[in-house]
C-alpha cells in the first residue's frame, strides 16, 4: 500500500477500514473518532494493528464492548483512564472530557493528532500533520504539550528514527534542548521502552546521534558526560563516545553472520552503549612509547552499567546478559592478535556458551565503529577470526561432544556432593571443548588430581 498523496484519499482508505464497519454496524449516542497512529500509519501506506478511538458519550462504551464480543479492561490512574478490548487487534478507547479538536491539539505530534469522525466521514487535522506526513517533517504540537509530559521529547526522535525519510524540524529540536532537563523525572521503564524501540530500529545511530545533539543523551545517560569530556580534553584519534554511537551503524548489517533475533540484537546495542563507560577513569598514557591504555576499563563499565540499568527498570535477564558482554568484549580482540590455537576459539565458545553469537557481533560493531566503517588489515583479520568463532559454534551446537564423566562417577571416586564436585565438572567439560583432556581416562586422572589436592590442601 502506497502513501496518500490527498486527505480524500487517506478518508476513502479510513471507510474501508473493518473496523470502522463494524462501529457502524450500530446506533451509538454520541460522536466516535478514530484518533493518533492508525491515522498516521494509513497515510503512510501502512495497515495499523492498534487502534486508539475517542467517544463523547460514556454510555456508548458498553456499546462498542457489545460490537467487538469483548470486555475492555482498564488501564491507567483517574481521571485518565483508557479502557482497552483486545482482539484479533489492539482497541483502546477514551472518553472525551474536551471537543475533540482540543483533545487533538494536546496531543505529542501533529503527525499524531489527526482524527476521523466515523459517522460523519471527516478527517479532522488541526495542526496540519497531513502536509507533515507529507513533507515528512516531525513537529511538536506546541511546547506545553511537551512540557505536560516530558517523555515525548524522546517519541519525537524515536518518530525520527522509525519514520524513513522523516526529519525533526529545528524548532522542535530547540524545544527538546531547552527542556532536556525535565526527562530525569520521567519513570525508568517509560524511558527505557521508547530507547528500546529506537535501537531496534534501522536509524538507531541517527537516533542516538539526535539525542547526543540536543543534550537529551546527558540527562538519560549522565554516566556519558565524561566520555564526551574526556574526547574534548584529550582529542585522542579514537573518540570513545563518537565510536560507541557510530557503532550502531554496523548491528543491522552484520546480522547475518550471526543470525541473532531481535531480543539478542537489543542486548547488544546495549552492551555497545555501556562498553567503554569505564575509559575516562582508567585512561594512562605511556609517554616514552606514545601508547594510551585503558587497563580494567571493562570492570568499571561493568559497574557503571548496573547502575544505570537498576535505574531504568531492566530485566534480570537483560542486565546479567548485558554485563557478560561488557566484561567480556575486549576477548576477541585480545585473542585475535596473535594467531588463535583451537584450544583458546574452543574455551571462548565454551565460557561465552549462547552468547557467543552476541559477542561476535559487539566485537565488531564496536572495531567498525572504531574505523568509521574503514577497512585495513586488522578488521580483515578480526572479521575472519570472528566468522571462524561462528563456524566453530554452530559445529558444537550441531553436534556437542558426549560428555566424558558425570557426577556418579566423581562420587565414586570419593567426592562429596557440593560445589566442590559442580567445579570439579566444569573444569573437565572446559579442557575437553579445548582438547585438553580427550578420553575418559583422561578425565578420570584429572579428578583424581583434584581430590588429592582437596584433602591435602
Known sequence: ??????????????????????????????????????????????????FDLVLTDAEDLEKVEEIFERKAIVLGKKPLHI???????????????????????????????????????ILLDPLGGFEDLISKIIRFSDEVALISDPLRMLKGIRHY????????????????????????????????????????????????KLMEETGLLFDIFPEFIPLRDFDKQYNLRLKVLNHTLYGLKFLKPLKRITGLDETEMLNVAYALLFHDLGKPVTFSLDEKKG??????????????????MERLRFSNSEIKTILTLVKSHMWIFLLSKESPTDKATRRLILRMGDLTPSLVLLTLCDMFGTTEGR?????RRIMAYAKLIMENYRELKKE???????GYDLLSLGYEEGP???????????????????????????AKKCLIKLKSG
Open 1 to 50: 500500500m502506497k502513501r496518500c498523496k490527498s486527505r480524500n484519499g487517506l478518508i476513502l482508505r479510513l471507510k474501508n477500514l473493518a473496523i470502522i464497519d463494524r462501529l457502524k454496524s450500530r446506533t451509538l449516542k454520541g460522536k466516535v473518532y478514530l484518533v493518533g497512529g492508525a491515522v498516521r500509519d494509513l497515510a503512510l501506506g501502512k495497515i495499523p494493528n492498534d
Open 400 to 406: 556437542p561432544p558426549p560428555k566424558l564423566v558425570d
Open 161 to 208: 528514527a522509525t519514520l524513513k525519510g522523516f526529519s525533526i524540524n529545528s524548532l522542535s529540536r530547540e524545544m527538546i534542548s531547552r527542556n532536556r532537563k525535565m526527562i530525569r523525572h520521567v519513570a525508568g521503564e517509560r524511558i527505557k521502552y521508547e530507547l528500546d524501540l529506537i535501537l531496534r530500529s534501522d536509524m538507531a545511530y541517527e537516533g542516538l
Open 291 to 308: 601508547i594510551v591504555h585503558f587497563f580494567g576499563h571493562e570492570k568499571i563499565s561493568q559497574e557503571m552499567a548496573r547502575k544505570i
Open 83 to 121: 479502557h482497552r478490548i483486545c482482539t484479533d487487534y489492539t482497541i483502546d478507547i477514551t472518553i472525551a472530557d474536551k471537543d475533540i479538536e482540543d483533545d487533538l491539539k494536546r496531543r505529542d505530534l501533529t503527525i499524531n493528532a489527526m482524527g476521523y469522525d466515523v459517522f460523519d466521514e
Open 420 to 446: 566442590y564436585l559442580g567445579k570439579v565438572l566444569k573444569e573437565i567439560r572446559e579442557k575437553q571443548i579445548s582438547m585438553e583432556i580427550k578420553s575418559r581416562d583422561e578425565a578420570l586422572e584429572y
Open 375 to 379: 577497512r585495513n588489515e586488522t578488521t
